[in-house]
């Protein structure tokens, strides 16, 4: 199969405070990963495209200089949210394709609660 | 702009009540329709792909089907493990593009 792994699966962190997700394609490599965000009992929403090698894509109405993301291998990318507050409290996931036509496969995502 | 509307919101059956969830659709030039099934606390796992008007797909219990408007997941005598939130995703682009999501219908299945 596919599987993608993401790190840590819960943080609780203060306010002003940075985090960092991990998100690793265990038995594949993925040139591309795809960062969603899930507030409860809503979609998932894409966030951005982190592509190896290069800068990510981030959607429309997504900060760049507050969610940062670095895709420096062919198996880990991470995100960072800078200066956190409240109000980036959510379920964060990453997702990745084993072969350019497959499915995405997703981590089990990340609980981020900011207090 | 694509769009994904599903429905129910949440639905509740009774043990071996089969039902029908709904996904309804707006893509232009629709490369891909798929469905995955979410438990509380836990990223989207994969269930089906489907790619054309008329194909299906089965697996256990369930049974998806695609219209050029619409998706069904058919559930067939349900169980209580099959209690999750069933999400419904389009893809625009063939290649390695993202998906966009409906909000999903939360099934609960009761003893």
């Known amino acids: 199969g596919a599987v993608v792994s993401q790190h840590p699966s819960r943080v609780i962190c203060k306010s002003g405070t940075s985090v960092k997700i991990e998100c690793r394609s265990l038995d594949f490599q993925a040139t591309t990963m795809f960062w969603y965000r899930q507030f409860p009992k809503q979609s998932l929403m894409l966030m951005a495209t982190?592509?190896?090698?290069?800068?990510?894509?981030?959607e429309q109405g997504v900060e760049k200089d507050k969610f940062l993301i670095n895709h420096a291998s062919l198996t880990l990318s991470t995100l960072t949210v800078t200066s956190a507050h409240p109000e980036d409290s959510s379920f964060y996931i990453c997702?990745?394709?084993?072969?350019?036509?497959?499915?995405?496969?997703f981590g089990n995502g990340t609980r981020l609660t900011v207090t | 702009e694509d769009q994904v509307t599903q429905s129910p919101e949440a639905l509740r059956l009774q043990e071996g009540e089969s039902s029908s969830l709904n996904c309804s659709y707006t893509?232009?030039?629709?490369?891909?329709l798929f469905w995955y099934r979410q438990d509380p606390g836990k990223g989207p796992e994969f269930l089906f792909t489907l790619y054309s008007a008329g194909e299906e797909k089965e697996k256990e219990r369930l049974k998806a089907t695609l219209t050029k408007k619409e998706s069904f997941l058919h559930i067939t005598a349900p169980k209580p493990e099959d209690s999750a939130t069933y999400l419904c995703?389009?893809?625009?682009?063939?290649?390695?593009?993202?998906?966009?999501f409906g909000k999903g219908t939360r099934l609960s299945v009761i003893a």
């Open positions: 893509v232009s030039g629709l490369r891909g």
């Open positions: 995703a389009v893809q625009r682009h063939s290649g390695n593009t993202p998906l966009v």
């Open positions: 997702s990745a394709r084993k072969e350019r036509n497959s499915p995405l496969h």
């Open positions: 982190s592509n190896e090698g290069s800068k990510a894509t981030y």
